[in-house]
């Protein structure tokens, strides 16, 4: 854990600064390097889709560790196992995917706070430098760890002003394809009225003194979450900016398509 970036992230958020940062989904660690070398506030990994593992994951922190930039891991589900394995090798906290109660947020802070406050475990890996700065980690950890609780259902909603009243909790994070699944409008973005909700429940956080944050569409989006005041922006992720980057070659040589959802290699349109 680095509780020098942690902090100068945090001193960001709290003078209404906005932090940028990665979705990181693919394997290699390269793209975490990149996106440390050209001082992105934060990098989230992604292990709750996709298909990174253990070595993998291990390899994008270690593509963070003594830089500025704060590395998150996205867990697959709330769980203390899975919280201890990330904190262990070095990450500086977590995103918790599907929260829908305050109590979920309860039990994922607990999960990253050493006893008697929570319920992690005390490992001897990298996060104590292998056991031999235990009393120094476990000293500063409980009060520096970033937990972010991420809002994918519309009923979430609902508790959104009390999981903000909540002590360790600075950032809420928004999934606007699930939010807008959740209501009845799967396969959009952003379905009738989500966006505007969306947009309410920032008004709210930042409110209560947190701050809210999501990921940006392309870069007219980013420019437009930025003045409609999140704070914590993804500019995208990994995979959606190589994609961009290819569409936008492609479609200069006049060879840009789409393919089809069917992984059928034969199945690919020309882009409408």
């Given at each position: 854990?680095?509780?020098?970036?942690?902090?100068?992230?945090?001193?960001?958020?709290?003078?209404?600064?906005?932090?940028?940062?990665?979705?990181?989904?693919?394997?290699?660690?390269?793209?975490?390097?990149?996106?440390?070398?050209?001082?992105?506030?934060?990098?989230?990994?992604?292990?709750?889709?996709?298909?990174?593992?253990?070595?993998?994951?291990?390899e994008?922190?270690?593509?963070?560790?003594r830089?500025?930039?704060?590395?998150?891991?996205?867990?697959?589900?709330?769980?203390?196992?899975?919280?201890?394995?990330?904190?262990?090798?070095?990450?500086?906290?977590i995103?918790?995917?599907?929260?829908?109660?305050?109590?979920?947020?309860?039990a994922?802070?607990?999960?990253?706070?050493?006893p008697?406050?929570?319920?992690?475990?005390?490992?001897?890996?990298?996060?104590?430098?292998?056991?031999?700065?235990?009393a120094?980690?476990?000293e500063?950890?409980?009060?520096?760890?970033?937990?972010?609780?991420?809002?994918?259902?519309?009923?979430a909603?609902?508790?959104?002003?009390?999981?903000?009243?909540?002590?360790?909790?600075?950032?809420?994070?928004?999934?606007?394809?699930?939010?807008?699944?959740?209501?009845?409008?799967?396969?959009?973005?952003?379905?009738?009225?989500i966006?505007?909700?969306?947009?309410?429940?920032?008004?709210?956080?930042?409110?209560?003194?947190?701050?809210?944050?999501?990921?940006?569409?392309?870069?007219?989006?980013?420019?437009?979450?930025?003045?409609?005041?999140?704070?914590?922006?993804?500019?995208?992720?990994?995979?959606?900016?190589?994609?961009?980057?290819?569409?936008?070659?492609?479609?200069?040589?006049?060879?840009?398509?789409?393919?089809s959802?069917?992984?059928?290699?034969?199945?690919i349109?020309?882009k409408?």
């Open positions: 854990m680095k509780f020098s970036a942690l902090k100068r992230l945090r001193a960001k958020l709290a003078a209404d600064e906005p932090v940028y940062g990665l979705w990181v989904t693919l394997e290699s660690a390269s793209l975490t390097d990149m996106a440390v070398s050209l001082g992105l506030d934060w990098v989230v990994i992604d292990a709750e889709h996709g298909h990174l593992g253990w070595k993998e994951i291990n994008h922190v270690r593509a963070c560790l830089r500025d930039t704060v590395v998150l891991v996205r867990i697959a589900e709330r769980s203390t196992a899975l919280t201890k394995r990330v904190l262990d090798i070095g990450a500086d906290g995103v918790v995917p599907w929260v829908e109660t305050v109590e979920d947020v309860e994922a802070l607990s999960d990253c706070r050493y008697p406050e929570g319920r992690r475990g005390i490992g001897g890996e990298r996060a104590t430098a292998w056991g031999q700065c235990t120094e980690h476990t500063k950890a409980n009060d520096h760890v970033l937990v972010v609780p991420l809002i994918e259902r519309i009923d909603a609902l508790h959104v002003p009390a999981i903000c009243a909540l002590d360790g909790i600075d950032v809420v994070y928004f999934g606007p394809a699930d939010f807008s699944s959740s209501a009845g409008f799967r396969g959009q973005w952003e379905g009738p009225g966006a505007e909700k969306i947009l309410e429940l920032k008004d709210t956080i930042r409110d209560s003194g947190k701050q809210c944050g999501l990921i940006a569409k392309d870069v007219d989006d980013l420019s437009n979450r930025r003045d409609q005041g999140f704070r914590m922006i993804g500019i995208g992720s990994d995979a959606g900016l190589i994609l961009r980057s290819l569409h936008q070659a492609l479609d200069v040589v006049g060879r840009d398509c789409m393919p959802a069917s992984l059928d290699p034969n199945e349109k020309e409408e």
